[in-house]
């Protein structure tokens, strides 16, 4: 009798174990799953933050070197591409696959007091890792405006 009794321990002992086993390796599942899609979630934020960044300095350069020389739209649109007044040799795109129609260039007020040179980048399309909002969204125009003394 004593024998049957610690057979039945045991074997209530051994599915309270795998019970257990099974609960954690759920858990366990359930916690990877949302450590991976924060993972990937701060990996979008932090490449959307570089470009955008980037993207930015890019076009203050432009624009200051747009203040202190004579009005050349190409030669600004370059600046913001390729961070030269000229097209490097074999290059068709700029800076993470911006090109030339998403860069505009203007001047306004020429020849007064008043005189300023736009640089905006529109349109560029920003890519998601995260399954969640996988897809291409475009950013928000990026404008930097600075006053100009006319040559």
Do not use: W
């Amino acid at each position: 009798m004593h024998r049957r009794m610690l057979l039945r321990k045991s074997h209530a002992a051994s599915e309270t174990a795998c019970a257990t086993r099974g609960q954690s390796l759920v858990e366990s599942a359930l916690v990877a799953l949302v450590f991976l899609v924060t993972l990937i979630g701060v990996f979008d934020l932090g490449q959307i933050f570089f470009i955008h960044q980037t993207f930015v300095e890019r076009v203050r350069n432009a624009a200051r070197y747009g203040v202190v020389n004579t009005f050349d739209a190409t030669a600004f649109k370059n600046m913001v591409l390729f961070n030269q007044t000229t097209v490097p040799e074999g290059k068709t795109s700029g800076i993470f696959g911006l090109t030339a129609d998403q860069v505009s260039v203007a001047q306004y007020d020429s020849g007064t007091s008043e005189h300023r040179i736009v640089v905006a980048i529109n349109g560029y399309p920003y890519r998601f890792f995260s399954p969640l909002i996988a897809g291409v969204f475009s950013g928000r125009t990026i404008t930097i405006s600075l006053p100009s003394e006319a040559p």
